[in-house]
Nanobody, 129 residues
Framework: QVQLVESGGGLVQPGGSLRLSCAAS????????IGWFRQAPGKEREGVSC????????VYADSVKGRFTISRDNAKNTVYLQMNNLKPEDTAVYYC??????????????????????WGQGTQVTVSS
């Protein structure tokens, strides 16, 4: 089974930045897409961003557009989530995930967690002064 490992979380003040990493045990090129999700206490898991591996096409949730950037480094089997201008409402456990299926339009389904099968263990992001 493919393993995904997140890192880079931590405590940051409002307005600060963090870069999360999602390292895959197998070639990211084998995946159709990688997605980032987050879950705050008492809330449902929310899709944040995803990237289609073949062409780099990206999708973002409205709540993070203009602040977060997803990217991939195929040579390192790693997908990144650069988070700038962080807000207290960004506080959550962040997960990366990969679907085993392919071909679905990420513009419509890329942020839907039901499409994803392999999940990392999560990394905590806390935005607080």
């Amino acid at each position: 089974q493919v393993q995904l490992v997140e890192s880079g979380g931590g405590l940051v003040q409002p307005g600060g930045s963090l870069r999360l990493s999602c390292a895959a045990s197998e070639f990211t090129l084998d995946y159709y897409a990688i997605g980032w999700f987050r879950q705050a206490p008492g809330k449902e898991r929310e899709g944040v961003s995803c990237i289609k591996i073949s062409d780099g096409r990206t999708v973002y949730a409205d709540s993070v557009k203009g602040r977060f950037t997803i990217s991939r480094d195929n040579a390192k089997n790693t997908v990144y989530l650069q988070m700038n201008n962080l807000k207290p409402e960004d506080t959550a456990v962040y997960y990366c995930a990969a679907p085993r299926a392919s071909g679905f339009p990420i513009s419509l389904y890329g942020l839907g967690s039901l499409w994803y099968d392999d999940w990392g263990q999560g990394t905590q992001v806390t935005v607080s002064s």
